[in-house]
């Protein structure tokens, strides 16, 4: 039986969290935005969306309205 499909957001949410893990991304970096994500995912705005917003709700990035999103930097 074959593997059904994963949602683009959660491949974009695998892959952020996989950068983290991988310290490609570090606290405090800055993501690339949204229209470049889409572009890197070949997906829509709002897939992008939901895969950051997500991810916010789960504490591993932070959004600044009209600064961006960074992963969330490490507790002290």
């Known amino acids: 039986m074959p593997e059904p499909a994963v949602p683009v957001y959660r491949r974009i949410m695998r892959e952020i969290e996989a950068k983290i893990e991988k310290a490609e991304l570090r606290p405090?970096?800055?993501?690339?935005?949204?229209?470049?994500?889409?572009e890197q995912y070949k997906c829509s705005a709002p897939t992008v969306r939901q895969a950051l917003a997500r991810?916010?709700?789960?504490?591993v990035l932070q959004g600044?309205?009209?600064?961006?999103?960074?992963v969330t930097p490490a507790p002290d």
């Open 55 to 59: 991810l916010q709700e789960r504490g």
């Open 28 to 38: 405090g970096d800055q993501l690339p935005s949204i229209s470049q994500l889409t």
């Open 64 to 70: 600044h309205q009209g600064r961006g999103v960074y």
